[in-house]
């Protein structure tokens, strides 16, 4: 068994090293002075989120992006309370989400393109914050590549608390394998926060069409079928002022869902490399937890489980520590008890989603 497990750490450390070199094979993208072209449409589908929403349009105000150039479409996913825009300094519209599938904001989205006049829309979420130069970011570099679709970097605005921190941790390392598969030609991942592309790539593609009865996903199977298909037109915009802030969840339990949530997609991928490396961290986060056990009821001596830590938690760190630098320019806190505690945690949300339920929005979904 000692043999299986070091055997299975071996292979994880060569993959997240295969992402350590494309992280750095993503060059970071810094915006120029060219005059803003693009035309986007921001699509931010809502549910209850009356105390957030204000905030985001905020931040749109402070866009420095020419007003004409970019419209807001808010889709209300049968919120308890109906939200008002009271003297926007842009176009904004609230529309009404139109279900036709089992998941509500893939439906939102395909109800907003019905309404898209731009050439470009632009996906976020309502708890997010975006900074005056993202949309800059976006133009610059569309005017300078040839591409149809643009996957962008999320943060957390975290507060001193573990959870918060742990968070922080957790996305920081979805991230970097975001950023590092894309640096290997084999992106499979990104983030509906901060994700752009083409109302005709949209269209070309068939929208949602093929997933609909996953509940979410309204990112990466969009991006796995556009990768499928027009590999060269899909980038990463790996750009300071093209961040998106969001907010961590504010429980364990609302964390646990919304990990279960995300990694229930993962069977359905489409991407080759996306399921093998979900199964390598997988299995490479279950031999830790394996190897804590054995050294629990004395199986493994101390010296045999430090060194399998040791060389886990290295290579961890590496990616880590090169992808937190981009997104937040600070050191990595509660960096020891957060590694400890993720193999548990990540193994126990892999295991769950494979059979059990989740809520969403206050609403309860099934696998």
């Known amino acids: 068994m000692t043999l299986i497990l070091f055997s299975i750490l071996a292979i994880y450390i060569v993959s997240i090293f295969l992402l350590i070199y494309g992280f750095f094979k993503v060059k970071k993208y810094q915006k120029t002075d060219l005059k803003p072209q693009t035309s986007f449409t921001i699509i931010v589908p809502f549910r209850n989120e009356k105390e957030n929403l204000p905030i985001l349009l905020e931040s749109f105000s402070n866009l420095n992006y020419p007003r004409d150039l970019f419209e807001v479409i808010l889709v209300d996913d049968n ?4 939200f008002q825009v009271l003297n926007s300094k842009f176009q904004v519209s609230i529309i009404d989400n139109i279900r036709i599938s089992t998941s509500p904001k893939k439906d939102a989205i395909t109800t907003a393109m019905q309404q898209v006049k731009t050439d470009w829309v632009i996906t976020t979420d309502a708890d997010c914050i975006v900074l005056k130069n993202w949309l800059l970011a976006f133009d610059n570099y569309i005017q300078e590549n040839k591409v149809s679709m643009l996957a962008g970097a999320v943060r957390y605005q975290c507060e001193n608390s573990f959870l918060d921190h742990f968070q922080q941790l957790d996305l920081t390392s979805l991230q970097g394998a975001t950023i590092g598969s894309f640096g290997i030609n084999k992106g499979f991942m990104c983030n509906g926060a901060n994700f752009a592309y083409t109302k005709s790539l949209f269209e070309k593609l068939n929208g949602f069409g093929g997933n ?129 505690l993720y193999p548990f945690f990540s193994s126990t949300v892999a295991l769950y989603s494979l059979f059990g339920s989740y809520e969403w929005k206050d609403r309860q979904f099934k696998k």
């Open 79 to 82: 919120s308890k309370e109906k």
């Open 212 to 340: 609909e009865k996953i509940a979410s996903g309204d990112d990466v199977f969009l991006l796995q079928k556009a990768i499928e298909k027009f590999p060269k037109e899909v980038q990463y915009l790996k750009a300071d002022e093209a961040i998106v802030v969001t907010k961590p969840t504010e429980n364990w339990k609302s964390l646990f869902y919304q990990r279960v949530r995300w990694a229930a997609k993962t069977t359905s991928y489409k991407s080759t490399f996306g399921k093998f490396l979900g199964l390598i961290v997988f299995f490479g986060n279950l031999s830790f937890v394996f190897g804590f056990f054995f050294l629990l009821f004395g199986i493994w001596s101390y010296p045999i489980f430090v060194l399998f830590a040791f060389f886990k938690f290295a290579i961890d760190y590496v990616l880590l520590s090169i992808t937190n630098q981009f997104l937040t320019k600070n050191r990595i806190k509660s960096l020891l008890l957060s590694s400890l």
